[in-house]
């Protein structure tokens, strides 16, 4: 048999026909209810945390001032942005953004830069230049000798403003998770940097991260941090200004209302958990672990507890970057297709975590990968099963559910049922409209 025939999924119709008698519940529309603490003004926020002690004063004027961006999808990221871009300038500094995302973007200054506009941070919209490269400077070393990796634009820049999202990791406990510390410990750090940080693997990431903090805090120009926190709606709930002195004591606590903000899947138990779609811009892992449970290294735990795992789809602004896909049970050729492993290896290499780009079970169509989850979910009642449906796990206010939960969530106040179960609206290519 030639190549180009081996590469049909299912070109005798055995997996259809074996799926064929899985039937698919109505799903219906559900509203989870979080405390909805939110910024009304951004620009206003900004504008306090510069005036705060330590930070905008830091500023001299004819400074030039390298502004860290990362490649999460922050809440109103490019609002946030040019606020800082504008505060800057307001103090006589000259502002430039540099990417600060390790080895994403494949680990390319353009690829980097393209991250950056997709997030909707271009030149034009923050009123600032953008200077990528994947040149570092080794600004020290730890005190167990390790290199510490600096983006060299930063690294000679007059000053260094860290703009990042404080959050709970997808891969480790600690002090010091997703934040400014780790920003500044390997994202700052470009590749290089992530590389050295990531070599002992998460086991002693709770310990690297603050260690190659200090010396970016003790031997780079960085003047103070903005800390962002975020509400269970992805929409920004705080603003601070983290002075050079006050980063590492203050983050912990930062960490700690973050993880409290957070929104999740409140149904603790259920059999089959669908994701529309994943992406770097969503999570560092595509979809966020403590979102879903499943972690690609066992040092962070929780969750719910689910049967078969389902992703269908991309973000485009991920770039075809499918890393988290790997933690599903099954996906589909959507996917396969749409995945860069140009984009997708470098990260995955770099962190030393594989198992997030491994590819799970390709089906031909999201119709067949849910009836191949349903199938192989043995646990699961064929006459009702329980199935939860999410968008992506930055937006967790409206979800679909199965009609055998409805009653359960019915009686409970965290949940607004918002309509009947309908069958599930499929193409004729047996994909979701």
């Not at 299912?10 to 109505?26: E, F, K, N, Q, T």
């Not at 510069?50 to 609002?79: D, K």
């Not at 590389?195 to 002992?200: G, I, L, N, R």
């Not at 269908?312 to 995945?339: E, K, P, Q």
Request: aromatic share 6%.
């Amino acid at each position: 048999m030639d190549e180009p025939a081996r590469r049909v999924w299912d070109r005798h119709g055995v997996i259809r026909a074996m799926l064929a008698p899985v039937r698919l519940p109505p799903m219906a529309p559900v509203r989870q209810i979080f405390p909805d603490q939110r910024l009304d003004d951004l620009r206003a926020a900004v504008d306090q945390a510069f005036a705060a002690p330590g930070a905008g004063s830091a500023i001299r004027p004819g400074a030039s001032v390298a502004i860290a961006v990362g490649s999460r999808g922050v809440a109103n990221l490019p609002a946030i942005v040019a606020a800082v871009v504008a505060n800057v300038r307001a103090r006589g500094g000259a502002p430039f953004l540099f990417p600060a995302m390790g080895s994403h973007g494949g680990a390319t200054a353009e690829g980097q830069r393209e991250t950056l506009e997709a997030l909707g941070c271009t030149e034009a919209a923050v009123g600032a230049p953008i200077r990528a490269t994947m040149e570092t400077r080794v600004a020290g070393t730890t005190p167990r000798g390790q290199p510490v990796h600096l983006d060299r634009f930063a690294a000679e820049a007059d000053g260094i403003v860290v703009v990042g999202r404080v959050k709970p990791h997808t891969s480790f406990r600690g002090p010091f998770e997703s934040g400014i510390m780790k920003m500044m410990a390997i994202g700052m750090g470009k590749q290089k940097g992530a590389e050295t940080c990531h070599a002992e693997g998460f086991g002693r990431m709770a310990e690297n991260v603050p260690a190659f903090a200090r010396v970016v805090l003790e031997r780079a120009p960085v003047l103070f941090a903005l800390a962002v926190l975020e509400n269970a709606y992805d929409a920004t709930a705080r603003i601070e200004a983290l002075p050079r002195d006050q980063i590492e004591a203050r983050e912990p606590a930062l960490l700690e209302e973050a993880r409290r903000l957070m929104p999740g899947i409140l149904i603790p138990r259920f059999d089959v958990l669908v994701v529309d779609r994943i992406g770097k811009d969503v999570s560092g892992d595509g979809a966020d672990p403590n979102i879903t449970g499943t972690y690609a290294t066992p040092y962070a735990s929780g969750g719910p507890e689910f049967g078969r795992y389902v992703i269908l789809g991309l973000t485009g602004s991920t770039h075809g970057n499918s890393l988290g896909v790997g933690m599903a049970d099954f996906t589909t050729r959507r996917v396969f297709d749409a995945t860069d492993f140009d984009q997708s290896y470098p990260n995955a290499l770099t962190s030393r975590v594989v198992a997030t780009v491994k590819m799970p079970l390709v089906l031909g169509s999201d119709r067949l990968a849910l009836q191949a989850a349903l199938y192989t979910c043995v646990d699961a009642d064929p006459a009702a099963p329980r199935i939860v449906r999410l968008a992506d796990t930055l937006h967790l206010d409206r979800i679909s559910v199965s009609e055998a939960l409805l009653p359960a969530l019915a009686r409970d106040p965290r949940f607004q049922v918002l309509g009947a179960p309908e069958p599930l609206p499929f193409d004729a290519d047996g994909n979701l409209l």
